[in-house]
């Protein structure tokens, strides 16, 4: 596979497939470049937009050109990171072991490639002519009914080829590290399932679903999810958490870009960027953005005020609706006990505090008169954070341990700065 060299990209829009453009991928020097031409078809197309801020100028015949990374940034988001990749490296290795070869090594377009179309992040689907890739094998989208398979084979995928081999088409379509899996809810729309790690020190998947819960309840726009707890033995639960997937509505397909693609950056370059450059490039292209730039801000003082850590700009995302660009439902948000080290912060000094969020307000476009209400509301329910971890199962050792992510001086501080 790593041979091609064309690939034909279509975008699915209201269960219609448009092609959209062409792909070239080659490799020079052990390096993988790509270059993309938009179709003629897609650039008389009514309903066409330039599917990356990279590739803005959409009647043209331009052949853009990815410098910095082997492909553009909307590709890079239809493609596997690490949990999918380790599976689907993974169980190449297994085929070439049982076949007595050596396993061939991949490149990232393969990786691309090998992503089930089905259950593929987005709208963009690939092909090299008529069928997608990758066709859909015996091995399909589980429904949730299996959802303790999915979570036991997730706990033997070190060590067990048939694990590997389960996980692989319905774990290897969407990004992030964490164990995680596509499955069906009964009306038949897609989920995204993610599992404890039996590298997790305490029960990651419950405080990511009470940290939903939360800003749910502080106005923010989180997907629909649940949680199911699996007794695995007599001592012994899991949690799963559930999540609707935001780039479907029913059965149709939604275009998604991470933050990361917005600002045409790659990955550890978070130090590069802050929230302000999001919110620079979102009052650019977003269809709503005195409505995003206000979400946005909210999700960034929710975000210091919880300590999710892991805020990277892969964490940001936004979908297109049919009048443009807009923020994507919050996802992946995560108390961290243990540091308030902010992998993205609010400007390129660094900050991470509840003043400079005030000082920066109106890059957001949020009126002076409403920030300390919106931050005192924010407080007031994030006060609640006890009683909505015992909601969800959370022990009273659990909370204590959790208790720095929420009891913190930032938080006094924007405590004060509201009374
Ligand atoms: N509810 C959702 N609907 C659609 N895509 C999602 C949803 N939640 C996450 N994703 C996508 O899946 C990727 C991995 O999910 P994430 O929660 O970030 O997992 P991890 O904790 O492994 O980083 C995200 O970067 C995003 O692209
Ligand atoms: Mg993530």
Not at 93 to 99: C, F, I, L, R
Not at 164 to 172: A, D, H, I, V
């Amino acid at each position: 596979m790593s041979n091609t060299s064309k690939i034909l990209v279509d975008i699915n829009i209201d269960g219609t497939n448009h092609f959209v453009g062409t792909m070239w991928h080659s490799i020079r020097k052990n390096r993988a470049f790509s270059s993309f031409q938009y179709s003629e078809e897609w650039q008389a197309n009514p309903v066409a937009f330039t599917i990356d801020p990279v590739m803005t100028p959409l009647h043209s015949k331009e052949v853009f050109h990815s410098d910095k990374k082997a492909l553009f940034g909307c590709f890079e988001d239809a493609a596997p990171d690490r949990w999918g990749r380790m599976l689907m490296r993974r169980t190449l290795n297994d085929e070439a072991k049982a076949q007595g070869k050596h396993p061939r090594s991949l490149t990232d377009i393969d990786f691309l490639l090998m992503v089930d179309d089905i259950s593929r992040m987005g709208a963009l689907r690939f092909r090299i002519d008529t069928e997608y890739l990758a066709a859909p094998t015996a091995n399909t989208i589980p429904p949730m009914i299996r959802l303790r398979e999915l979570l036991e084979a997730s706990e033997k995928v070190e060590d067990n080829p048939e694990a590997r081999k389960l996980l692989l088409t319905p774990g290897s379509s969407l990004g992030g590290a964490r164990p995680k899996a596509t499955v069906l809810s009964p009306d038949k729309t897609l989920n995204i399932a993610k599992f404890e790690s039996s590298k997790d020190e305490y029960n990651i998947i419950r405080w990511e679903a009470v940290a939903l819960h939360l800003a749910s309840e502080c106005g923010l726009c989180v997907p629909n999810f649940q949680v199911e707890n699996i007794t695995v033995s007599k001592t012994d639960q899991r949690t799963i958490l559930v999540e609707k997937r935001f780039d479907r509505s029913g059965v149709f397909r939604i275009p998604y870009i991470s933050t990361m693609t917005l600002l045409n950056a790659s990955d550890n370059d978070s130090e590069n960027y802050s929230y302000l450059h999001i919110s620079e490039k979102l009052s650019e292209i977003s269809n709503q953005p005195t409505k995003d730039l206000k979400e946005l801000w909210k999700r960034m003082v929710l975000g210091i005020l919880i300590s999710n850590t892991d805020n990277h700009l892969r964490n940001h995302g936004l979908i297109h609706t049919s009048t443009g660009w807009r923020l994507s439902p919050l996802f992946d948000i995560n108390p961290n006990p243990e540091n308030r080290n902010f992998s993205l912060s609010i400007d390129l000094e660094g900050n991470n505090d509840i003043k400079t969020a005030l000082k920066v307000a109106g890059y957001f476009e949020m009126p002076k008169t409403e920030v300390k209400n919106i931050i005192r509301s924010i407080v007031n329910t994030l006060q609640n954070w006890k009683h909505t971890a015992r909601k969800y199962g959370c022990t009273t050792s659990e909370i204590t341990r959790m208790a720095p992510a929420f009891e913190h001086a930032e938080f006094d501080r924007a405590l004060s700065i509201t009374t």
